[in-house]
């Protein structure tokens, strides 16, 4: 894991390095079953399914703690054909004694239940009892964020922590909180939200019914139209294949348009960062989720925001993060959830 509170500055070259071979991993996962190594886990055989709005992917938690990474599978608006094709790419259907799932959206963990996900276009989905059917075995059912939280404290070195914020950057912004060594999930299992939080409260009008919600100014949305903005590419015809990604990359050449989107973004993302460390004083914030490859660009103005907003102890101790393990840290915090009760 890539830790940016000792040395905000002169890190660039390195988790430049690390952020390729973070990518590197990531395409290697989709060909061929690979094994991590971690400590925890051990003598528990769980699946853990992270269902994303383009790509499902899997992993084995086993025996001697470590997680066996299987073949993603692409996403399908019907959950039970999910299941079914994770079943397949499996190919291992008595190996595993229980399945944890992770989703973005409101979830209702005791049952089961999808409530809401806007990004993959789900309501009320019983998704639990659906993977139970096909799968066979007992099934907890869990927001992608929590999970994602989970797996950063198993596979980022972070076990040492009892309380960690895990902030996912992707096409929403989300959050999974661990406090004094266990998931807060609140009072109706809707607890980190982060990037429901308002940033600006007469902004931009936000999916979730709110206005100025940070994922409205975090999201890939966001960056790219930032981009387009900065850059004056709006209207050109190319502006339509600009992602976040694109935009790292230029910024790796040193577009001035570019570097400049990253730092703008670095400081709204340190603002929720300093709302975060004053509300949760946090011994480290992990960043994970897609845009987090791009951290070598936009984590030294975040962090340098955070400093200059939160409360100056807090500040100073907490240690913001970039996951090493993005590609598979949903699915093994959701195997850890499932196969762990007394860390739920
Ligand atoms: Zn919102």
Same mark, same amino acid.
């Given at each position: 894991?890539?830790?940016?509170?000792?040395?905000?500055? !002169?890190?660039?070259?390195?988790?430049?390095?690390?952020?390729?071979?973070?990518?590197?991993?990531?395409?290697?996962?989709?060909?061929?079953?690979?094994?991590?190594?971690?400590?925890?886990?051990? %003598?528990?055989?769980?699946?853990?399914?992270?269902?994303? %709005?383009?790509?499902?992917?899997?992993?084995?938690?086993?025996?001697?703690?470590?997680?066996?990474?299987?073949?993603?599978?692409?996403?399908?608006?019907?959950?039970?054909?999910?299941?079914?094709?994770?079943?397949?790419?499996?190919?291992?259907?008595?190996?595993?004694?229980?399945?944890?799932?992770?989703?973005?959206?409101?979830?209702?963990?005791?049952?089961?239940?999808?409530?809401?996900?806007?990004?993959?276009?789900?309501?009320?989905?019983?998704?639990?009892?659906?993977?139970?059917?096909?799968?066979?075995?007992?099934?907890?059912?869990?927001?992608?964020?929590?999970?994602?939280?989970?797996?950063?404290?198993?596979?980022?070195?972070?076990?040492?922590?009892?309380?960690?914020?895990?902030?996912?950057?992707?096409?929403?912004? %989300?959050?999974?909180?661990?406090? !004094?060594?266990?998931?807060?999930?609140?009072?109706?299992?809707?607890?980190?939200?982060?990037?429901?939080?308002?940033?600006?409260?007469?902004?931009?009008?936000?999916?979730? %019914?709110?206005? !100025?919600?940070?994922?409205?100014?975090?999201?890939?949305?966001?960056?790219?139209? /930032?981009?387009?903005?900065?850059?004056?590419?709006?209207?050109?015809?190319?502006?339509?294949?600009?992602?976040?990604?694109?935009?790292?990359?230029?910024?790796?050449?040193?577009?001035?348009?570019?570097?400049?989107?990253?730092?703008?973004?670095?400081?709204?993302?340190?603002?929720?960062?300093?709302?975060?460390?004053?509300?949760?004083?946090?011994?480290?914030?992990?960043?994970?989720?897609?845009?987090?490859?791009?951290?070598?660009?936009?984590?030294?103005?975040?962090?340098?925001?955070?400093?200059?907003?939160?409360?100056?102890?807090?500040? /100073?101790?907490? /240690?913001?993060?970039?996951?090493?393990?993005?590609?598979?840290?949903?699915?093994?915090?959701?195997?850890?959830?499932?196969?762990?009760?007394?860390?739920?």
């Amino acid at each position: 894991m890539r830790d940016c509170a000792d040395r905000p500055h !002169g890190l660039r070259r390195g988790l430049h390095r690390e952020a390729f071979a973070a990518r590197r991993g990531f395409q290697k996962s989709r060909q061929k079953p690979q094994t991590l190594g971690f400590q925890g886990g051990a %003598g528990l055989k769980t699946l853990g399914i992270d269902v994303g %709005g383009t790509r499902i992917k899997s992993g084995l938690l086993g025996a001697g703690g470590k997680i066996i990474r299987l073949p993603s599978v692409d996403f399908n608006a019907d959950p039970a054909a999910i299941f079914r094709a994770v079943k397949n790419s499996a190919g291992m259907t008595s190996a595993y004694a229980r399945v944890g799932v992770a989703v973005a959206g409101d979830i209702d963990t005791a049952l089961g239940i999808v409530r809401f996900s806007p990004n993959l276009g789900w309501k009320n989905v019983h998704i639990g009892t659906i993977a139970r059917k096909i799968l066979g075995k007992p099934v907890v059912v869990e927001n992608d964020a929590n999970a994602a939280a989970m797996g950063a404290w198993m596979l980022d070195g972070a076990k040492r922590y009892s309380d960690i914020v895990c902030v996912t950057m992707g096409t929403g912004v %989300g959050g999974g909180i661990i406090a !004094g060594g266990k998931l807060l999930r609140g009072a109706t299992g809707s607890a980190g939200e982060i990037g429901h939080m308002t940033y600006k409260p007469d902004g931009v009008k936000c999916s979730c %019914g709110n206005s !100025g919600c940070f994922e409205r100014y975090l999201g890939r949305d966001a960056i790219v139209a /930032r981009f387009l903005e900065i850059s004056r590419r709006r209207k050109s015809g190319s502006a339509k294949n600009v992602t976040p990604m694109t935009v790292a990359a230029l910024a790796a050449e040193g577009d001035r348009a570019a570097l400049e989107t990253w730092r703008r973004t670095g400081e709204i993302l340190g603002v929720l960062l300093a709302d975060i460390v004053d509300a949760l004083n946090p011994s480290a914030v992990i960043i994970a989720g897609a845009v987090s490859r791009a951290a070598d660009f936009f984590l030294p103005a975040a962090v340098a925001e955070m400093r200059k907003r939160a409360f100056k102890h807090p500040a /100073r101790s907490v /240690r913001i993060m970039v996951t090493g393990h993005d590609d598979i840290l949903g699915a093994a915090g959701a195997a850890l959830i499932a196969s762990a009760p007394s860390k739920k």
